[in-house]
């Protein structure tokens, strides 16, 4: 009579999953030269990974639905122009993966709250995901504020990038 152990299983689940071929992950590593800036250049719809002043990489963008002009309240379909920080990762993104941007800062709450507005916040770079694959090949800017790149492209970005990392947007 065979008694199966628990590390027994465990090799032997592991062993079948190797077998078969395992989905490509999403999630890759990198190795090169830290980024220690991203510029955003909203005019050019292009965006630049930077260590120092050397260009990483570089890549075609969507913005908000109303590219021109900074964010300034919720709901504005404005894509932020400034400086702010990578703060945060999101693994389960509704958009394939997503990298947060510091949006909105202290100046950015001063101003909408001096007219009684919010100035919103959840802005992202990120990939396109079903809803952005089915409406970037009909809209060039379809976002709801953030950067938008392709699912191949955001899994290179949320590779390279670190929290707290600037990231400059011109406009």
Not at 91 to 98: D, I, K, N, V
């Amino acid at each position: 009579m065979y008694r199966a152990t628990r590390r027994t299983v465990t090799l032997s689940l592991l062993a079948a999953l190797a077998a078969c071929g395992s989905p490509k992950s999403r999630f890759k590593t990198y190795n090169g030269p830290p980024v220690t800036q991203i510029v955003v250049n909203k005019g050019a719809r292009r965006m630049y990974l930077l260590h120092d002043t050397t260009v990483l990489k570089s890549y075609d963008i969507s913005l908000g639905n109303e590219p021109i002009g900074h964010k300034q309240f919720e709901g504005d379909g404005k894509t932020p122009e400034g400086i702010y920080f990578i703060d945060r990762f999101n693994p389960r993104s509704e958009y394939h993966l997503s990298v947060g941007v510091s949006y909105p800062n202290e100046q950015d709450k001063e101003y909408a709250e001096k007219l009684g507005l919010s100035p919103g916040g959840d802005i992202f770079i990120h990939g396109r995901g079903p809803l952005g694959n089915a409406l970037a090949p009909k809209k060039q800017d379809w976002t709801a504020g953030c950067i938008a790149v392709k699912d191949e492209e955001i899994e290179e970005i949320y590779a390279m990038v670190r929290g707290g990392v600037p990231i400059v947007i011109n406009p």
